[in-house]
């Protein structure tokens, strides 16, 4: 079957050590012609070389997702390619890197993970010979990879790695078990927008000229806990054991809440939502919300019912997704309203129904979920109906 997905066109760029005649050492040896010269450097400047590796073994891989200062996003792997081409000896480190704008990376929800599996899958990074020169570049079909199941990684350490996203320094998590899957969860935990903010390495030795959002390495050396000492910068051993202080943010807060009332997933739902903002107020706007949808099964109907009565008289919020959020809360409210209704006597929703009637012209989801709600009341043949439409109708005619 023919695949009709949209195609993007990625820049790449291959950095390892050659010696030639005029030059040896590491710098870049072949790249597509879309990459800038400022994109050049910056990859050059933040790219492994010689011993940079966490762990010295031909199985070891890094991994490094950082923005460019022309606004594209790197996503890179390093592995080791061979020996050392110059006199150091040793095992010499190959980085692929790609460049892709925002737009590209919202394919992918902007999961830097799903990407690189979808370029691995590709086999755009496996090489017969070390390529030299111009490449071309890489073709990529729109992702088909949007992973969102089951909850992986341990508790502490996702919350930690959520919780560094709203720090003021940086992570070194070392001796991190699983740590890629764990960052991946704690990644689409965060709003979209701000999982473009989440820049990081794995696998690599930690180096001031690549410091990043968080940073996961193997042993914590000597020569890294003298780099680190005065710095803004959290180094955590035996990370998921040991955690970094963490800061005070709505989301945080939000998701220890969906941790302990098992919403976990739908706290996920709500990440992967169009933020057309990630302000500070807008968050915690947002993470009011749902921290209010994942208790709504323990409020009881006479709270529900009195609740509709703030629909009316609130405000919409500007922002498209506290609006969408108001309209979760409102559908959710609508569902537990109308459950609950089955199993309570009619007569006891007589105070509530004058809100029921005056819904907000608001958003039509919420306008639709008050509906419903009012329309379940008249199913259970309330006698006060009757009574408050001639009530209606009577003061019409006298007026």
Known sequence: MADHRPVMQIDHAVFTSTATRMAQGYRIVASSAGLTSDEKKHITTASPSHSA????????????????????????????????????????????????????????????????????????????????????????????????????????????????????????????????????????????????????????????????????????????????????????????????????????????????????????????????????????????YQRAINHIDDEPLEALLAAWQATEEDELPESHIERNMLARYITTKKDQTVTKLKKTDAMALRPYWSHLLRVADCDDRIRQSCEEVAARCEELHCPWLEQDSETEATAATHA
């Not at 940073?215 to 040991?242: M, S, Y």
Request: charged content about 20%; proline content about 5%.
């Open 53 to 288: 590796m966490a762990a010295v073994n031909d199985d070891n891989v890094g991994l490094a997702f950082y923005p460019l200062k022309t606004g594209r996003y790197c996503i890179a792997r390093s592995t080791h390619a061979g020996l050392e081409q110059t006199a150091r000896g040793g095992q010499r480190v190959l980085t692929h890197c790609f460049a892709l704008t925002a737009d590209q990376l919202n394919t992918f929800d902007n999961n830097p993970f799903a990407c690189l599996r979808a370029l691995q899958a590709a086999g755009v990074m496996e090489f017969d010979e070390l390529p030299k020169g111009q490449l071309a570049c890489v073709s990529l079909p729109a992702a088909t990879d949007r992973k969102h199941g089951n909850v992986m990684g341990s508790v502490s350490a996702t919350a930690a790695l959520v919780a560094t996203a709203f720090a003021d320094d940086t992570l070194i998590a070392a001796n991190a078990p699983d740590i890629a899957t764990t960052l991946e969860m704690a990644i689409l935990f965060l709003p979209k927008p701000l999982r473009l903010e989440y820049s990081f390495t794995i696998g690599l030795k930690f180096a001031m000229a690549r410091r990043y959002r968080m940073h996961a390495i193997g042993e914590a050396d000597i020569a890294t806990k003298r780099i680190v000492r005065g710095q803004p910068i959290q180094l955590i051993e035996n990370f998921g054991e040991n955690t970094p202080n963490l800061p005070d943010a709505p989301w945080v807060d939000l998701w220890f809440d969906a941790e302990n009332t098992g919403k976990l997933n739908a706290l996920l739902d709500v990440a992967n939502e169009d933020f057309d903002s990630i302000e500070d107020h807008t968050l915690s706007e947002v993470a009011a």
